[in-house]
């Protein structure tokens, strides 16, 4: 086990957005992770199981997983697969005008895994997304901006029927954890810093977090941390203190109690399960 988690790169430095068959010889990979990008998985064929932050998901097509930037996956496929991978840079995000487009991708935030079901228009979406991403001409980003928004909106329209979806978020909300995964560990820092720098107050922070996923400011930034922390135990072999500090707590025993609090499991006693 490596002292840091793995970070993988399957996007050139100078594009914004990659949409590619998914590569049929891939069958088993280490757990790691994908800086500054978002990662959607859409496979229409191949079987076995795919790991997100240490949960287990099985593949039985058609089936989509999204990937976000922090969190960590490998795959363990037992058949070939088929299917597509669909690559968003964070600044492909931010250099798009598009509103609407940008809150169909905040929508999937929190959703690992759908199985969706009488979506004929999925497929066919991502053959032309790949299509036109290998045509490139300068008209490419605009279609792209349109093909993208037509898939989201298809799969948000499965995604209702999820038991577990994510529930609707606000402008706020996103900007705030937009804040956390790109700052540094935020344990020093406590609600009311983070609402200085998004230009607001804790209350309306709170409210903002309140209605995306009935959760306050803090909770959202414990639940932060804790993941962080988790990550950090399955998936390196830092030791308790290394990993505290790293979090930026102050000793090692305000992120033992910490931590013990949440999950009901000291970190060690977590990294033996």
Request: proline share 5%.
């Given at each position: 086990?490596?002292?840091?988690?793995?970070v993988?790169?399957?996007?050139?430095?100078?594009?914004?957005?990659?949409?590619?068959?998914?590569r049929?010889?891939?069958?088993?990979?280490?757990p790691?992770?994908?800086?500054?990008?978002f990662?959607?998985?859409?496979?229409t064929?191949?079987?076995?199981?795919?790991?997100i932050?240490?949960?287990q998901?099985?593949?039985?097509?058609?089936?989509?997983?999204?990937?976000?930037?922090?969190?960590?996956?490998?795959?363990?496929?037992?058949?070939?697969?088929?299917g597509?991978v669909?690559?968003?840079?964070?600044?492909f995000?931010?250099?798009s005008?598009?509103?609407?487009?940008?809150?169909?991708?905040?929508?999937?935030n929190?959703?690992?895994?759908?199985?969706?079901?009488?979506e004929?228009?999925?497929?066919?979406l991502?053959?032309?997304?790949a299509?036109?991403?290998?045509?490139?001409t300068?008209?490419?980003?605009?279609?792209?901006?349109?093909?993208?928004?037509?898939?989201?909106?298809?799969i948000?329209?499965?995604?209702?029927q999820?038991?577990?979806?994510?529930?609707?978020?606000?402008?706020?909300?996103?900007?705030?954890?937009?804040l956390?995964?790109?700052?540094a560990?935020?344990?020093k820092?406590?609600?009311a810093?983070f609402a200085?720098?998004?230009?607001?107050t804790?209350q309306?922070?709170?409210?903002?977090?309140?209605k995306?996923?009935?959760?306050?400011?803090a909770?959202?930034?414990?639940?932060?941390?804790?993941?962080?922390?988790?990550?950090?135990?399955?998936y390196?072999?830092?030791t308790?203190?290394?990993?505290?500090?790293?979090?930026?707590?102050s000793?090692?025993?305000?992120f033992?109690?910490?931590?013990k609090?949440?999950?009901?499991?000291?970190?060690?006693?977590f990294?033996?399960?």
């Amino acid at each position: 086990m490596n002292n840091n988690i793995p970070v993988k790169n399957k996007i050139n430095t100078d594009d914004l957005i990659k949409v590619e068959r998914f590569r049929k010889n891939i069958r088993n990979t280490a757990p790691h992770k994908h800086n500054h990008y978002f990662e959607i998985v859409f496979l229409t064929a191949g079987t076995g199981d795919h790991w997100i932050d240490g949960v287990q998901y099985s593949i039985k097509p058609d089936v989509l997983f999204f990937i976000t930037q922090d969190q960590v996956h490998n795959w363990a496929l037992q058949t070939e697969p088929e299917g597509f991978v669909l690559i968003l840079k964070n600044a492909f995000i931010e250099k798009s005008l598009d509103r609407e487009l940008k809150m169909l991708l905040y929508r999937l935030n929190g959703i690992p895994c759908i199985y969706p079901e009488h979506e004929p228009g999925i497929l066919p979406l991502f053959e032309l997304l790949a299509e036109e991403h290998r045509a490139s001409t300068e008209m490419t980003l605009y279609i792209i901006e349109g093909l993208l928004k037509a898939l989201l909106a298809r799969i948000l329209n499965n995604a209702r029927q999820e038991p577990n979806r994510a529930a609707a978020r606000t402008d706020l909300y996103h900007t705030f954890m937009g804040l956390l995964h790109t700052g540094a560990p935020p344990v020093k820092m406590k609600v009311a810093d983070f609402a200085a720098r998004l230009n607001t107050t804790p209350q309306n922070l709170n409210a903002a977090c309140r209605k995306a996923v009935n959760k306050s400011a803090a909770e959202v930034l414990a639940d932060h941390i804790m993941n962080e922390a988790k990550r950090l135990l399955r998936y390196t072999n830092k030791t308790v203190s290394q990993i505290s500090l790293s979090l930026n707590f102050s000793d090692p025993s305000h992120f033992v109690k910490f931590f013990k609090r949440i999950t009901g499991h000291t970190p060690q006693s977590f990294r033996s399960l």
